[in-house]
Antibody
Framework: QVQLQESGPGLVKPSETLSLTCTVS?????????WGWIRQPPGKGPEWIGS???????YYTPSLESRVTISIDTSKNQFSLKLTSVTAADTAVYYC??????????????WGKGTTVTVSS | SYELTQPPSVSVSPGQTARITCSGN??????AYWYQQKSGQAPVLVIY???KRPSGIPEKISGSSSGTMATLTISGAQVEDEADYYC???????????FGGGTKLTVL
Protein backbone atom coordinates (compact mmCIF):
# COMPACT_ATOMS: atom_id res chain seq x y z
CA GLN A 1 0.00 0.00 0.00
CA VAL A 2 1.08 3.59 -0.51
CA GLN A 3 3.28 5.09 2.20
CA LEU A 4 4.70 8.59 2.59
CA GLN A 5 7.76 9.68 4.56
CA GLU A 6 8.83 13.25 5.29
CA SER A 7 12.48 14.20 5.66
CA GLY A 8 14.48 17.36 6.24
CA PRO A 9 16.14 19.52 8.90
CA GLY A 10 14.41 19.69 12.27
CA LEU A 11 15.80 23.13 13.07
CA VAL A 12 15.76 26.21 10.85
CA LYS A 13 16.97 29.70 11.71
CA PRO A 14 14.63 32.69 11.46
CA SER A 15 14.59 34.36 8.02
CA GLU A 16 16.02 31.25 6.36
CA THR A 17 14.28 28.73 4.07
CA LEU A 18 12.58 25.57 5.32
CA SER A 19 13.04 22.64 2.92
CA LEU A 20 11.32 19.27 3.25
CA THR A 21 10.98 16.25 0.99
CA CYS A 22 8.29 13.59 0.91
CA THR A 23 9.24 10.18 -0.46
CA VAL A 24 6.36 8.06 -1.73
CA SER A 25 6.55 4.27 -1.77
CA UNK A 26 4.07 1.72 -3.05
CA UNK A 27 2.77 4.00 -5.81
CA UNK A 28 4.23 5.92 -8.71
CA UNK A 29 3.39 9.60 -8.29
CA UNK A 30 3.45 10.04 -12.07
CA UNK A 31 0.48 7.66 -12.32
CA UNK A 32 -1.98 10.09 -10.82
CA UNK A 33 -3.27 11.77 -7.67
CA UNK A 34 -2.43 15.17 -6.32
CA TRP A 35 0.07 15.29 -3.45
CA GLY A 36 0.12 17.86 -0.71
CA TRP A 37 1.64 19.37 2.41
CA ILE A 38 -0.13 20.13 5.68
CA ARG A 39 1.29 21.60 8.87
CA GLN A 40 0.14 21.62 12.47
CA PRO A 41 1.54 24.17 14.95
CA PRO A 42 1.88 23.00 18.55
CA GLY A 43 -1.54 22.74 20.20
CA LYS A 44 -3.42 23.81 17.08
CA GLY A 45 -5.31 22.19 14.25
CA PRO A 46 -3.89 21.22 10.88
CA GLU A 47 -3.46 23.77 8.11
CA TRP A 48 -3.35 22.78 4.44
CA ILE A 49 -0.35 24.40 2.73
CA GLY A 50 -0.61 23.37 -0.91
CA SER A 51 -0.78 20.53 -3.41
CA UNK A 52 0.83 19.47 -6.68
CA UNK A 53 0.11 17.11 -9.59
CA UNK A 54 2.85 15.69 -11.80
CA UNK A 55 1.59 17.47 -14.89
CA UNK A 56 -0.09 20.57 -13.47
CA UNK A 57 0.83 23.72 -11.59
CA UNK A 58 0.70 23.55 -7.82
CA TYR A 59 -1.80 25.58 -5.84
CA TYR A 60 -1.39 27.03 -2.38
CA THR A 61 -3.32 28.40 0.53
CA PRO A 62 -3.54 32.20 0.04
CA SER A 63 -1.96 33.06 3.40
CA LEU A 64 1.32 31.32 2.50
CA GLU A 65 1.32 31.67 -1.29
CA SER A 66 3.99 34.39 -1.36
CA ARG A 67 6.50 32.23 0.55
CA VAL A 68 5.74 28.67 -0.58
CA THR A 69 6.96 26.53 -3.45
CA ILE A 70 5.98 22.89 -3.94
CA SER A 71 7.78 20.88 -6.59
CA ILE A 72 7.77 17.29 -7.79
CA ASP A 73 10.49 14.88 -8.95
CA THR A 74 8.89 11.88 -10.62
CA SER A 75 12.28 10.21 -11.22
CA LYS A 76 12.78 9.97 -7.47
CA ASN A 77 9.07 9.54 -6.65
CA GLN A 78 9.31 12.56 -4.37
CA PHE A 79 7.74 15.95 -3.92
CA SER A 80 9.15 18.84 -1.92
CA LEU A 81 8.21 21.91 0.08
CA LYS A 82 10.13 25.16 0.38
CA LEU A 83 9.00 27.90 2.72
CA THR A 84 11.03 31.11 2.70
CA SER A 85 11.63 33.80 5.33
CA VAL A 86 10.50 31.61 8.20
CA THR A 87 9.64 32.91 11.65
CA ALA A 88 8.75 31.24 14.94
CA ALA A 89 5.14 31.10 13.71
CA ASP A 90 6.24 28.49 11.16
CA THR A 91 7.25 26.06 13.91
CA ALA A 92 5.04 23.01 13.40
CA VAL A 93 4.77 19.35 12.55
CA TYR A 94 4.80 19.13 8.77
CA TYR A 95 2.94 16.30 7.07
CA CYS A 96 2.83 15.19 3.46
CA UNK A 97 -0.30 13.46 2.22
CA UNK A 98 -2.06 12.06 -0.82
CA UNK A 99 -5.03 14.00 -2.14
CA UNK A 100 -8.02 11.94 -3.19
CA UNK A 101 -10.68 13.38 -5.48
CA UNK A 102 -14.32 13.69 -4.58
CA UNK A 103 -17.14 15.73 -6.04
CA UNK A 104 -15.87 19.29 -6.31
CA UNK A 105 -12.97 18.94 -3.90
CA UNK A 106 -9.94 16.98 -2.76
CA UNK A 107 -9.30 15.45 0.61
CA UNK A 108 -6.26 13.83 2.23
CA UNK A 109 -6.64 10.08 2.58
CA UNK A 110 -3.10 8.88 3.28
CA TRP A 111 -0.68 10.81 5.49
CA GLY A 112 2.97 10.53 6.38
CA LYS A 113 3.96 10.33 10.03
CA GLY A 114 5.07 13.94 10.08
CA THR A 115 8.30 15.73 10.86
CA THR A 116 8.79 18.43 13.48
CA VAL A 117 10.38 21.66 12.34
CA THR A 118 11.41 24.26 14.88
CA VAL A 119 12.33 27.80 13.85
CA SER A 120 14.87 29.17 16.30
CA SER A 121 18.27 30.83 16.33
CA SER B 1 -11.79 33.36 4.66
CA TYR B 2 -13.82 30.20 5.10
CA GLU B 3 -14.16 28.63 8.54
CA LEU B 4 -15.42 25.40 10.04
CA THR B 5 -16.54 25.58 13.67
CA GLN B 6 -16.30 22.73 16.18
CA PRO B 7 -16.84 22.61 19.95
CA PRO B 8 -13.47 22.54 21.74
CA SER B 9 -14.36 19.54 23.85
CA VAL B 10 -16.89 16.75 24.28
CA SER B 11 -16.98 14.44 27.27
CA VAL B 12 -18.93 11.19 27.69
CA SER B 13 -18.93 8.20 30.01
CA PRO B 14 -17.73 4.82 28.68
CA GLY B 15 -20.42 3.13 26.61
CA GLN B 16 -22.26 6.36 25.83
CA THR B 17 -22.65 7.93 22.40
CA ALA B 18 -20.42 10.87 21.58
CA ARG B 19 -21.51 13.41 18.99
CA ILE B 20 -19.15 16.03 17.58
CA THR B 21 -20.49 18.78 15.35
CA CYS B 22 -18.91 20.86 12.62
CA SER B 23 -20.63 23.89 11.11
CA GLY B 24 -19.77 25.70 7.90
CA ASN B 25 -21.67 27.75 5.36
CA UNK B 26 -20.57 25.64 2.39
CA UNK B 27 -21.46 22.27 3.92
CA UNK B 28 -24.81 22.13 2.09
CA UNK B 29 -22.75 22.01 -1.13
CA UNK B 30 -19.53 20.30 -0.05
CA UNK B 31 -18.83 17.02 1.66
CA ALA B 32 -17.42 16.88 5.19
CA TYR B 33 -14.52 14.70 6.24
CA TRP B 34 -13.40 13.64 9.70
CA TYR B 35 -9.95 12.86 11.02
CA GLN B 36 -8.99 11.21 14.31
CA GLN B 37 -5.68 12.26 15.83
CA LYS B 38 -4.31 10.49 18.88
CA SER B 39 -1.55 12.06 20.91
CA GLY B 40 1.74 12.27 19.00
CA GLN B 41 0.34 10.63 15.88
CA ALA B 42 -0.66 11.73 12.41
CA PRO B 43 -4.34 12.31 11.64
CA VAL B 44 -6.27 9.29 10.37
CA LEU B 45 -9.26 9.60 8.04
CA VAL B 46 -12.31 8.04 9.71
CA ILE B 47 -15.18 9.47 7.61
CA TYR B 48 -15.20 10.68 4.01
CA UNK B 49 -17.95 12.08 1.77
CA UNK B 50 -20.07 12.93 4.85
CA UNK B 51 -20.85 9.37 5.90
CA LYS B 52 -18.56 6.77 4.33
CA ARG B 53 -16.06 4.77 6.35
CA PRO B 54 -12.61 3.88 4.98
CA SER B 55 -11.56 0.27 5.18
CA GLY B 56 -10.62 -0.70 8.71
CA ILE B 57 -12.68 1.96 10.50
CA PRO B 58 -15.17 0.31 12.89
CA GLU B 59 -18.92 0.63 12.39
CA LYS B 60 -19.22 2.41 15.74
CA ILE B 61 -17.93 5.52 13.95
CA SER B 62 -20.47 7.17 11.66
CA GLY B 63 -21.04 10.51 10.00
CA SER B 64 -23.96 12.56 8.79
CA SER B 65 -24.58 16.00 7.39
CA SER B 66 -27.64 18.21 7.20
CA GLY B 67 -27.68 21.80 6.05
CA THR B 68 -24.72 23.71 7.42
CA MET B 69 -23.81 21.09 10.04
CA ALA B 70 -21.94 17.81 9.84
CA THR B 71 -21.89 15.39 12.75
CA LEU B 72 -19.47 12.66 13.75
CA THR B 73 -21.01 10.00 15.99
CA ILE B 74 -19.09 7.47 18.04
CA SER B 75 -21.37 4.83 19.49
CA GLY B 76 -20.39 3.03 22.67
CA ALA B 77 -17.36 5.25 23.16
CA GLN B 78 -14.43 3.72 24.99
CA VAL B 79 -11.21 5.07 26.44
CA GLU B 80 -9.39 4.10 23.25
CA ASP B 81 -11.60 6.54 21.32
CA GLU B 82 -10.12 9.47 23.23
CA ALA B 83 -8.49 11.71 20.66
CA ASP B 84 -8.72 15.03 18.90
CA TYR B 85 -11.21 14.98 16.03
CA TYR B 86 -10.99 17.43 13.13
CA CYS B 87 -13.52 18.08 10.43
CA UNK B 88 -12.30 19.13 6.99
CA UNK B 89 -13.96 20.58 3.93
CA UNK B 90 -13.65 23.40 1.44
CA UNK B 91 -15.38 26.63 0.52
CA UNK B 92 -17.94 26.57 -2.26
CA UNK B 93 -15.25 26.92 -4.96
CA UNK B 94 -13.36 23.89 -3.69
CA UNK B 95 -10.10 25.82 -3.58
CA UNK B 96 -9.96 27.02 0.03
CA UNK B 97 -9.25 23.87 2.00
CA UNK B 98 -9.80 24.16 5.74
CA PHE B 99 -9.89 22.17 8.94
CA GLY B 100 -12.07 22.88 11.91
CA GLY B 101 -10.43 23.90 15.16
CA GLY B 102 -10.71 20.39 16.54
CA THR B 103 -12.68 18.71 19.31
CA LYS B 104 -11.04 16.87 22.16
CA LEU B 105 -13.08 13.79 23.04
CA THR B 106 -12.74 12.61 26.63
CA VAL B 107 -14.22 9.29 27.75
CA LEU B 108 -14.33 8.98 31.54
Amino acid sequence: QVQLQESGPGLVKPSETLSLTCTVSGYSISSGYWWGWIRQPPGKGPEWIGSIFHSASPYYTPSLESRVTISIDTSKNQFSLKLTSVTAADTAVYYCARDSPSIGLYYMDVWGKGTTVTVSS
Amino acid sequence: SYELTQPPSVSVSPGQTARITCSGNALPKKYAYWYQQKSGQAPVLVIYDDSKRPSGIPEKISGSSSGTMATLTISGAQVEDEADYYCYSTDSSGNQRVFGGGTKLTVL
